[in-house]
């Protein structure tokens, strides 16, 4: 038999805390309607067909109260649930169910003597397992809670032991039944919920695709100065430096001429290898256009930016391309002083200008200038 953590552990690691939470918030909201409408329905009966009701009254009158009683603890839980635990969300669930399993079980046992029933238990025994969701062994250990209580306290109002025979077994296969379906329901939301899982991720995978450039898989020109307009906010709101690399391939278009723009493609897509190798995982990584990359590198100062920009130098210099080829780059590098975007990148495209004035392979700043 599988196990709650046999269900659970299907869901991915980084899914189950939402998936439990999911599933436990649309239990208390099913709960709440439920409730309110147990109130307003055993009130009906308690007022207008006691009466018919047999020596059941002062049941009735318990479903009343317990439902009085739960339905705000069961709205505070519904409101406020990602700020409690959810073993204690948990708790409450069971607590409810398990007590209006017992009403409904007492009903059945009570009026034995002038009403040979348990209709009431098997009703509320199949309306929870097919309105909650819950996990297979949860709602196991709940029903045969419940069972136990019925089996042993129906002998006190059926005296005909055939009958208690009957009964008992009724609700043993009910009961089994019961589980059976609450389990289906149960797979039933994981599936569901991965499904919904799997239709995000390829979602955002095709978003994702239309934000990158499709030979690099850096992002483009269009998110370069997406990407740099908010981390130039992120950097105000919380004052930390950051800088912008601007680079090219020095003499691409050589490359292009006598080798061939396959050549010239092959050289892109290894030097956008080098930097994701180079860089951060928090630097961002665009392919502004053509030979041109620009690095986005957030929380470094321009000491620490001209430092990256070396590394990826002399990575680039010392890779062997086709057919053994060197290729090196130039770049700028320019530091974030309250510049608008268009501003930042001028400063950054400034300085690469400069370095391939003065002989390329090589990155300037404001300040200095680093070569071979």
């Known amino acids: 038999m599988e196990t709650i953590q046999g269900f659970i552990t299907r869901i991915p690691i980084e899914y189950k805390d939402e998936f439990v939470r ?22 009906v009966i308690y007022l207008f067909f006691l009466d018919r009701i047999f020596n059941t009254g002062h049941i009735v009158l318990s479903i009343i109260i317990f439902n009085v009683v739960s339905l705000p603890l069961l709205y505070v839980a519904y409101k406020h649930i990602d700020g409690y635990r959810t073993e204690l969300v948990q708790l409450l669930q069971c607590v409810y169910l398990t007590g209006m399993l017992l009403l409904a079980a007492s009903i059945g046992v009570v009026a034995q003597n002038e009403f040979v029933s348990i ?15 819950n996990p297979p062994i949860e709602n196991m250990v709940m029903l045969i809670f419940v069972y136990a209580a019925f089996f042993y306290a129906l002998p006190y109002y059926q005296a005909n032991n055939d009958v208690v025979v009957v009964l008992r077994i009724n609700a043993f296969i009910m009961n089994v039944l019961a589980w059976v379906l609450s389990r289906f329901v149960f797979r039933m939301k994981v599936v569901q919920f991965l499904d919904k899982k799997i239709i995000e991720a390829k979602n955002s995978e095709l978003i994702d695709m239309t934000n990158r450039d499709a030979m690099t898989f850096l992002f483009n020109h269009n998110n370069c100065y997406l990407k740099l307009g908010e ?4 950097a105000k709101r919380i004052g930390y430096p950051m800088c912008v690399i601007f680079m090219d391939i020095d003499d691409f278009k050589q490359i292009n001429d006598l080798h061939g723009h396959q050549a010239g493609d092959e050289v892109i897509i290894e030097i956008a290898r080098i930097l994701k190798d180079t860089c951060r995982s928090t630097d961002i990584l665009c392919r502004y256009g053509g030979e041109e990359f620009a690095i986005i590198i957030p929380d470094t100062s321009l000491k620490d930016a001209t430092s990256l920009a070396e590394r990826i130098r002399i990575n680039i210099n010392n890779t062997k391309f086709f057919n053994g080829a060197h290729v090196t780059v130039s770049g700028g590098i320019s530091e974030f002083t309250g510049e608008s975007v268009e501003e930042l990148i001028r400063k950054a495209d400034l300085q690469l200008y ?16 680093h070569s071979t």
């Open 231 to 234: 981390e130039i906010e992120r």
């Open 354 to 369: 400069k370095a391939k004035c003065n002989g390329k392979n090589r990155f300037e700043t404001d300040y200095s200038s």
């Open 22 to 43: 999911n599933i436990y918030k649309e239990n208390l909201f099913r709960l709440l309607v439920c409730a309110s409408l147990m109130i307003i329905a055993e009130t």
């Open 119 to 133: 209709n009431p238990y098997v009703i509320a025994v199949f309306a929870i397992a097919a309105i909650m969701i």
